[in-house]
């Protein structure tokens, strides 16, 4: 499934979309990973990565444009939207709460990140 949603996020205006544990494509990227649960669903984890160098007018990273992007075209892309491929489909549904949106300011390769979760909902 995780493909599923690779390819659906890369419709929209960042194109490097990887999975989780696949080489980092420079920045700015989306991160997909699979997250299955004990409750009976799986989740996936959307993490988006900017440069620091990614700037405004200012001279502050671009935080306000990372935080769009994930929680305004990234939930067009994906929420409640049926994603089918090869025979599977799957619908997700954005998860909120205090576990979700969680802003890193430096990570290993030295970006800025931010993420969101999303948990299949059906899968007919």
Not at 78 to 98: D, S
Request: charged share 20%.
């Amino acid at each position: 499934m995780t493909d599923l949603i690779v390819n659906r996020l890369k419709t929209g205006t960042w194109k490097q979309v990887v999975p989780f544990g696949y080489l980092l494509p420079p920045a700015p990227y989306l991160v997909v990973k699979e997250e299955p649960t004990d409750l009976g669903y799986t989740r996936w984890r959307i993490i988006g990565h900017i440069a620091p160098g990614n700037k405004t007018a200012g001279t502050q990273p671009d935080i306000m444009g990372l935080r769009l992007y994930m929680r305004k075209t990234i939930f067009g892309l994906l929420n409640n939207v049926k994603l089918t491929g090869g025979g599977r489909t799957v619908v997700l549904e954005r998860m909120t709460g205090e576990k979700t949106g969680a802003l890193s300011i430096m990570n290993d390769d030295g970006t800025i990140s931010l993420e969101t979760l999303y948990r299949q909902t059906t899968c007919p």
